[in-house]
């Protein structure tokens, strides 16, 4: 079955502010692909692709006034891989990003053969991990 799939297609964050959202992902590396805007009964639903990191995020800012829908769903993070971790905090950290979840990184000598990763916050609260593996 997996020759079935082509990749991954995007993954989804709730945001409560798009621009925010956009000016965040833009600020490390991201560029938006395109914008679109969804009509709902509730009102317009904004969406934004950005392409980061090799793949697609789908920024969704629910209509105004309106929370994220209940049991829609919910992704503990997703994972960029780097080739020298320190390097990639020290970059984010340069451009104003100081919402690192922990002081320093995580050493995993015996997870998945060796990793080593850290992990920072987006502007909707959604989870980023830069990971190496060793």
Do not use: C
């Amino acid at each position: 079955m997996k020759e079935l799939y082509k990749g991954l297609g995007h993954i989804a964050i709730y945001t409560a502010d798009m621009e925010e959202s956009i000016a965040f992902y833009e600020k490390i590396g991201g560029s938006v692909y395109k914008r679109d805007g969804v009509h709902t009964p509730e009102g317009e639903k904004k969406l934004a692709l950005v392409e980061f990191a090799g793949f697609l995020l789908e920024l969704i800012q629910p209509p105004e006034g309106t929370l994220v829908p209940a049991g829609e769903g919910s992704i503990p993070h997703f994972a960029v891989y780097v080739d020298d971790l320190d390097k990639a905090a020290e970059a984010l950290k340069a451009a104003g990003i100081h919402s690192f979840m922990t002081p320093g990184k995580k050493v995993l000598p015996e997870t998945f053969g060796g990793l080593q990763n850290w992990f920072f916050t987006g502007p909707s609260g959604e989870e980023i991990e830069l990971l190496q593996m060793l």
